[in-house]
């Protein structure tokens, strides 16, 4: 018997091996295997198995099965399978991607220490708040919680913690408790949640398709503040109770600390979390912890999605609208929520994708009876929806400041007054966003990518892009002039200006440059609820799954800013901004209000969200994408072309065009163009559009396969560099 087995690589082909005799009974497809591969033992997957071959040299025996490392949940192998052949990739590649873990040998896990604060350190815990700063943050850190905390945690909010849990320990203010006692320990605190009828409906419907165990995929359309969670958390239970996992994915899941720890409350260690912010050690352990079976209710970011779970009953796929679930930056980039409706189907499973905003292609499934639309229509608790004014910026009479509108800081002030809190939209970070000459015009942009700079209260201009940072210059590099100015607002500059508005406010800025990492988020969104801050202020940031009892005022400062992005889907972009953040107000209180500031009053886009009129906006996108052939009306395929040298990106962008050229009816070929960010970091930037007909998808793939080559998008060979990506979201 024979094994061709995928090696992580980025290579098309699968390698022949022997079947040892004692292994033959064991071999299956998706067994990781070792075995020698140029010369090295290498971890390699088994993808197919035959017992005779043609092959006539010498064949190579699979030396073992890979320890630990078993063999992937039959499901997840196959979506594994779907994702190489759907997004054009070698297999190798799509497991390395998917599951990384495995392809390690030389990991040995850790053990965890568990730390519960002791009586001595509690009463002397205030002591060391002026002498041990750091002792005095890594006791209240346990103070608060109610569990034992893993010392792996701690170590994520404070920097050296393992050297000062030594000197707690040797103070007897800590005491290590035995991991096993904390298992036996934790609380399952199955909280008393009340679902209202239309919850309760909904509950009932997904958990008889959960029964059935068989493919069912939900939409779930409730406004913000619907009680969503509470309907998951029930879910959850009820899928432990039936035996079954669980996989929950939230955008991200920093930016979501107010969703796990509802999850953590109510489920102790039966929870596996799954993100990008687990250090090596936590992730195997997490893994080991999924594969053993300890955890069955995994929540994560999108490459959660992997997880090796078996028995899944049910996946939730929670903001299904979120940018976050495509993948941009590895070899292939794949969508989660299109991952996880194929890894249900593999796994007979129910799938909720939930949201406020579905995107255009779910409410689109929806309509078209792809999944089965589930609708709340009423917020939780009984609460209000915010009433939303637009404020026309154009008109002078409207303008306080250039970027505060009267009515703005009219509603500021009176909820200052009440004591209420407000969140504050600006969708753009830095101080100022363009560095103008005011006697030619010129901007002042990165000298490696094609992006103007912004200005940073640090006296920096900084490139988004590559993160490069320049000083200011003196001179106008065009016409030397010296005549140069900053216009433009960010984060920065309004947080200065709220500032001299209002200078005994607290204000809590939240954007890239102040989320460093997971405990930042944490500890913003904490001190916000419990009012140690009068105004949180950030980019989108803010305008994610957040829940603040407090806020009773939402204000954003331009609703225009990603109006004018050239891409497909700027409009899309701007409603789910502007309708999510507005959402964020009167989650407890009446007479919550949102101001949205536009120079742009009268876009259908910002008219929609204000109204909060869902359909208008549904009606009104398909219409537009139905007419230009976009999703999901129609296949996109991008192949963007990059390199140093501009004519020779260039010119291999038109050889490309001529290969595809005499394409069959229903396929479509937009360029080759400069792609509209025409540099990065030194590379420009050419690509081609392909569009295909909905129903001419095997046809597209085929006519790729045979004009180009699948082997093209993954040569890794030097200079210029050509990738293929299957349903991108964004053409920039
Ligand atoms: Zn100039
Ligand atoms: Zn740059």
Avoid at 105 to 123: E, H, Q
Wanted: charged share 20%; aromatic share 10%.
């Amino acid at each position: 018997m024979y094994a061709y087995i995928a090696f992580p690589i980025a290579n098309y082909q699968q390698f022949i091996y022997k079947i040892p005799e004692h292994l033959i009974s064991t071999i299956k497809e998706g067994v990781c295997v070792e075995a020698s591969f140029r010369n090295k033992n290498t971890f390699g997957f088994v993808v197919s198995i035959v017992s005779k071959t043609t092959f006539k040299n010498k064949i190579k025996s699979i030396d073992k099965i890979a320890k630990d490392h078993c063999q992937l949940p039959s499901a997840l192998w196959k979506t594994i399978i779907w994702i190489a052949n759907y997004y054009i990739c070698p297999i190798g590649i799509a497991l390395k991607t998917a599951v990384p873990l495995l392809f390690k040998s030389d990991y040995v896990p850790r053990k965890n220490i568990y730390l519960a604060i002791t009586k001595l350190g509690r009463s002397e815990r205030l002591l060391l708040k002026k002498k041990a700063p750091k002792q005095f943050h890594f006791l209240s850190l346990l103070d608060k919680a109610s569990i034992p905390c893993a010392l792996a945690q701690l170590s994520q909010e404070i920097t050296s913690a393992s050297q000062i849990y030594k000197k707690l320990l040797a103070k007897e203010f800590i005491s290590i408790i035995p991991e096993d006692q904390i298992i036996s320990s934790h609380l399952v605190n199955a909280r008393n949640i009340t679902l209202n009828q239309e919850q309760t409906d909904i509950f009932d419907i997904v958990i008889q398709s959960m029964k059935q165990k068989k493919y069912s995929p939900y939409l779930l359309h409730g406004i913000t503040g619907s009680g969503k969670t509470e309907i998951y958390i029930k879910l959850a239970a009820a899928a432990l109770q039936q035996g079954q996992t669980m996989l929950m994915l939230v955008p991200e899941i920093s930016l979501t600390p107010q969703l796990s720890q509802k999850f953590i409350d109510t489920f102790g260690e039966k929870i596996g979390l799954w993100h990008s912010k687990l250090t090596k050690a936590e992730k195997y352990q997490t893994w080991q912890n999924i594969n053993s079976g300890k955890c069955s209710i995994i929540i994560g970011a999108r490459s959660a999605i992997f997880s090796p779970v078996s028995n899944l009953g049910l996946i939730i796929i929670d903001e299904e609208h979120d940018a976050s679930y495509k993948q941009e930056s590895s070899t292939f980039k794949y969508h989660a929520r299109d991952v996880g409706m194929v890894r249900a189907k593999y796994s007979n499973a129910t799938i909720v994708l939930g949201s406020a905003t579905p995107s255009i292609e779910s409410y689109y499934n929806a309509i078209n009876s792809k999944f089965k639309l589930l609708e709340i229509k009423s917020r939780y608790n009984d609460a209000d929806y915010p009433q939303v004014n637009i404020v026309d910026m154009k008109e002078g009479k409207n303008r306080f400041s250039y970027d505060f509108s009267h009515q703005l800081i009219t509603a500021m002030k009176k909820c200052i007054q009440n004591n209420e809190q407000m969140i504050i939209l600006h969708n753009r970070r830095g101080f100022s966003n363009i560095c103008r000459c005011q006697d030619c015009g010129e901007i002042t942009r990165c000298d490696h990518c094609s992006i103007s700079l912004t200005y940073h209260s640090d006296a920096q201009l900084i490139c988004h892009y590559c993160s490069r940072s320049y000083p200011k210059p003196q001179q106008c590099s065009n016409c030397n002039g010296s005549n140069i100015s900053l216009i433009g607002t960010g984060t920065q500059k309004i947080e200065l200006e709220i500032n001299k508005l209002f200078p005994d406010i607290n204000i809590a800025r939240m954007d890239f440059d102040t989320m460093k990492n997971y405990s930042n988020y944490k500890n913003i969104l904490s001190d916000f609820e419990s009012g140690e801050y009068d105004i949180l202020l950030g980019t989108q940031m803010v305008s994610k799954g957040l829940d603040f009892s407090g806020v009773t005022l939402v204000g954003v400062i331009n609703g225009d800013t990603n109006l004018y992005i050239p891409d497909f889907r700027s409009g899309e972009r701007t409603f789910q901004l502007l309708y999510q953040v507005c959402g964020r107000a009167g989650r407890n209180q009446k007479n919550s209000k949102a101001i949205i500031q536009s120079w742009n009053p009268d876009n259908v886009f910002i008219k929609s969200a204000a109204k909060l009129s869902l359909d208008n906006y549904y009606h009104m996108t398909l219409k537009e994408r139905s007419e230009l052939k976009y999703p999901p009306y129609a296949k996109l395929f991008r192949i963007l072309i990059t390199g140093i040298n501009k004519q020779v990106v260039e010119s291999l962008a038109s050889n490309i065009k001529k290969q595809l050229d005499g394409q069959p009816e229903g396929i479509q070929i937009l360029g080759p163009s400069v792609a509209p960010i025409e540099k990065i970091k030194n590379n420009w930037r050419f690509h081609l559009l392909i569009k295909a007909d909905k129903h001419k998808l095997s046809l597209a793939y085929n006519y790729i396969a045979k004009k180009i080559g699948f082997k093209t998008f993954h040569h890794k060979v030097k200079g210029p560099k050509v990738e293929i990506e299957v349903d991108p979201i964004s053409i920039l």
